[in-house]
């Protein structure tokens, strides 16, 4: 996969800057959470991508961004808050003004509006090329939204934390039609809460790779996003656990028989070594 530094996989919807009738003390909790969410996804190695004039986007009735966080009505957003988003914000690059083959989309069902940073998102997806919106969490726009413009139709992922993003990284495997070279490499990203190691391989599968690749990505996703509760759940039952596990979609679990379990040379084979370590895996 392409270097995230490199190009865009990130861009801020300059049109979730929109601050009529918010309450100062809101606004200024918004902003903290729109920075913490830069600086993540700096340190991740995946910085968002401004765009072009993004100081001069609407905000409020006769107000551009800037503007507004600058003057007397925008005295109530803290002081703090503001200087580091100024500072963040001047770390981000633009995205490609040439890009974009549309300058209007409708959003989520919505009528036809300026949306340049969204409008540059489907025009990359439309070429198998994924791009997540990071919005500011002031409005209800979150996770896959159907955008439409004249040149085509596809669901965006929209986005405030960037807790939010791993179902945005899973969209990538389809999309993207990602080889299994680059497989675990995403991974990652898309399955934070689990760790692979470094030998595992699709080899040791039954089938292609092409074939079982969304199948493993959807078991992956409830691994991460399910087991450690439902485990929880259920102690010292794991009946229990793999059918509540099945009912989300991961089934095949199971424990090993007594026959397994009282074969010392089999049990070995479900011995794997990871950081000096030694974990039994059935």
């Known amino acids: 996969m392409p270097s995230d530094a490199e190009q865009p996989r990130i861009v801020i919807d300059e049109t979730s800057f929109d601050f009529r009738e918010l309450p100062g003390d809101r606004l200024t909790a918004s902003l903290e959470t729109f920075n913490d969410a830069l600086m993540r996804l700096r340190q991740d190695g995946t910085p968002a991508y401004k765009p ?12 551009e961004l800037y503007e507004y966080l ?11 808050v503001k200087f580091r988003f100024y500072s ?3 770390k981000c690059p633009e995205w490609d003004a040439s890009v974009p083959v549309c ?13 340049w940073s969204i409008a540059f998102a489907l025009t990359m997806i439309l070429r198998n090329r994924g791009i997540a919106c990071l919005a500011l969490g002031i409005r209800a726009r979150r996770g896959f939204l159907p955008v439409r413009a004249v040149v085509g ?14 179902d945005f990284w899973r969209s990538l495997f389809s999309l993207e039609n990602v080889g299994e070279q680059n497989f675990f490499a995403l991974a990652g990203r898309a399955f934070p809460k689990l760790i692979f190691h470094e030998d595992l391989t699709f080899r040791r599968f039954q089938g292609s790779y092409r074939d079982l690749r969304d199948a493993v990505a959807v078991q992956l996703a409830v691994l991460n996003d399910r087991f450690l509760a439902i485990h929880a759940e259920y102690p ?12 989300h979609g991961c089934d ?9 379990h009282g074969n010392a040379t089999a049990m ?15």
């Open 103 to 115: 300058d209007r989309v409708a959003i989520d069902g919505g009528e036809d509006c300026q949306a």
């Open 153 to 166: 139709c596809a669901r965006i992922f929209s986005f405030a934390e960037t807790e939010e993003l791993p």
């Open 236 to 247: 010292g039952n794991p009946r229990a656990v793999r059918i509540a596990m099945a009912e």
């Open 52 to 63: 072009p004039y993004f100081e001069n986007s609407p905000c409020t009735d006769g107000h």
């Open 70 to 80: 600058a003057s007397e009505t925008g005295r109530e957003v803290d002081r703090d």
């Open 268 to 282: 070995r084979s479900r011995d794997v070594e990871h950081t000096g370590k030694t974990y039994r895996c059935e």
């Open 252 to 260: 095949g679990l199971s424990p090993e028989s007594p026959k397994t």
């Open 88 to 90: 963040l914000i001047q």
